[in-house]
């Protein structure tokens, strides 16, 4: 596993355990704003994570397929990346 898999499974781990936290918060019904704080803190961890996988695939699978001049399988890949990316920014 590369060092930037490890700083994205960290990320992971450290948002399911905000997420725990969160449900907690709901479920005792605390203040709203703190609640959304804490979800806001979760979601810039998925971001994070979400950018290092990007950065990762761009920099391994991407630039591989690209590399072997197959003009379908760059097709494939570039489709795949603007999939992505337009889910990310929705």
Request: with cysteine.
């Amino acid at each position: 596993m590369t060092p930037q898999k490890i700083k994205t499974l960290i990320n992971f781990r450290k948002t399911k355990s905000l997420m725990e936290k969160i449900i907690k918060m709901v479920e005792a019904d605390e203040y709203c704003i703190n609640i959304m704080q804490q979800n806001l803190a979760a979601i810039g961890l998925l971001r994070s994570a979400h950018e290092m996988l990007m950065e990762g695939h761009l920099n391994s699978c991407f630039k591989s397929d690209f590399e072997t001049k197959n003009s379908k399988k760059q097709k494939e890949m570039t489709e795949e990346i603007l999939k992505v990316t337009k889910l990310f920014n929705k």
